[in-house]
């Protein structure tokens, strides 16, 4: 049974008992008619769910890829498309200049002059084409296209933001997906050696009683543990898939195999100093420079307030014809000058509007203060976790040239039948391989961040880089 009520015919027997049975046959049309409309909006609704359905993903998925798929969502490209374009056509609309009008003068009239050339009622209209324009208005229409110009500048930086986060975003979780990869595979290989460790033990007491059923029972305690620990390090690996998924703007698509980008260009960059970035950051952060712009917005719209009843000088060019022409009395071409000068106002209304915008402004600048604390202490963070990630990278080497090494020797052993840890020399070899690009991966994230907070274009951009 449908979840949903048979509208159609729910309508049709509504209309029959309304209208009575002599209009029974229209209201048959009628419901026709609505099952066919129902039946439209049944398909539109299916192509529309089948088009909407996200595309596979390339395979393998580079993260080049992965951040210009990111970057190209349709509907985040067309609200932030739509919100520049709206400050751009604000910006357009100030610079073309003072509006004018013009207007048709339509007077028809009759009156009796009770002058001794006319008795009775003659015609005496006015029939006239006027242009009207707003000459000067001292002030007002600056301090529009300033406004306009700062909230286009502050839609822009703050979009220019806003894809940095976004392509950071993907860059995380493309590399938690490596990770993950890589650390299915460290805890299979220790899986498999608890297994192996069990089940000799095992084997040795059944057939030797070589060992006691506690020993017996610690290796498969120990083995069962790993076991968790590497089904939860292969769940670990959808999660972080779905994660990227969705981060990309496809979380119905999945990517199997990702592609490791080369790093090469960020492994010899030296970290700066802090007071060397300082300035730069100050000045060139999209955020602060998204806010500054705000502040400048709000600083123009305030003055804008103040200017309301500034004078306002006008010009006027009229073409009249008139029924009744005089000579001196009136004219066929005038152009007039006319100043608006307010002497005194009292509109509470403008008060008002003038008191929000100075609390607007105030709590903008305060926020401005606010990022410019942040992004010092963003800048120094950054830069400490550098020179922390600098020495674990260097550390990580080490440690994966070590274990690579015992992993030779192991092998060496193990073919010559003195030692049998080649097992584990694998599993720790591959623990090391982890925790070696985890401290790589974590480096190009803060030079990232320390690019996106600079205002610099990234290395891993999607428009090129190592990636």
């Known amino acids: 049974m449908s979840d949903f009520p048979n509208t159609s015919a729910d309508a049709s027997r509504q209309v029959d008992v309304l209208n009575g049975s002599a209009d029974a046959p229209y209201a048959r049309r009628l419901s026709g008619i609505s099952r066919r409309v129902v039946i439209f909006s049944a398909l539109v609704l ?27 969502q349709p509907l985040l490209q067309l ?6 374009e709206l400050a751009e056509a604000r910006v357009a609309a100030t610079q073309a200049g003072f509006d004018y009008h013009i207007g048709l003068v339509l007077e028809p009239r009759t009156a009796d002059k009770g002058s001794a050339l006319t008795s009775g009622l003659v015609s005496d209209g006015r029939y006239g084409l ?9 002030g007002q229409s600056e301090s529009q296209h300033r406004a306009a110009s700062a909230q286009l500048a502050s839609e822009k930086a703050a979009f220019h933001a806003l894809q940095d986060t976004r ?31 069990f089940k000799r033990v095992r084997e040795q007491r059944e057939r030797f009683e070589a060992y006691s059923m506690v020993e017996v029972q610690a290796r498969e305690s120990d083995y069962q543990a790993q076991r968790v620990r590497r089904l939860q390090s292969d769940l ?34 030296p970290v700066p100093d802090y007071q060397v970035l300082l300035s730069e950051a100050l000045h060139t952060n999209p955020a602060l420079t998204a806010v500054r712009a705000r502040v400048e917005t709000a600083t123009q719209s305030l003055l804008l307030s103040q200017r309301v009843n500034r004078p306002r000088l006008t010009g006027e060019l009229l073409l009249q014809h008139h029924d009744q022409f005089t000579g001196f009395s009136r004219d066929r071409v005038r152009a007039l000058l006319q100043l608006r000068v307010p002497l005194v106002s009292r509109e509470s209304h403008e008060r008002l509007a003038y ?4 609390a607007h402004l105030a709590s903008l600048e305060a926020e401005l203060i606010e990022k410019t604390h942040r992004v010092q202490l963003q800048l120094m963070t950054l830069i400490d976790k550098l020179r922390v990630n600098q020495v674990a990278r260097i550390a990580a080497g080490v440690e994966e040239s070590y274990r690579s090494a015992y992993q030779d020797r192991s092998r060496s052993l193990y073919e010559m039948e003195v030692k049998a840890d080649l097992g584990d020399a694998q599993a720790q070899v591959a623990e090391a391989l982890w925790k070696s690009a985890k401290v790589e991966f974590e480096n190009v994230i803060l030079w990232s961040k320390l690019d996106a907070l600079l205002g610099r274009p990234m290395l891993l951009g999607a428009k090129g880089g190592t990636g």
């Open 130 to 138: 006027s242009l009207t324009t707003t000459l000067s208005d001292f």
């Open 46 to 72: 299916l192509v529309s769910q089948a088009s909407a359905q996200s595309p596979a993903i390339p395979e393998p998925l580079t993260l080049v890829a992965a951040m210009t798929i990111a970057r190209e």
């Open 167 to 197: 392509h950071i975003a993907v860059m995380e979780r493309f590399f938690s997906v490596l990770l993950a990869d890589m650390h299915f595979y460290a805890q299979d290989e220790k899986m498999t050696m608890t297994f192996l460790r």
């Open 79 to 84: 609200h932030h498309r739509a919100t520049i």
């Open 236 to 269: 670990a690996r959808r999660r972080t898939r779905h994660h990227l998924a969705v981060a990309m703007g496809w979380p119905n698509a999945r990517s199997r195999d990702l592609v490791r980008p080369n790093l090469a260009d960020y492994n010899d960059r």
């Open 355 to 358: 008191i929000e915008r100075a």
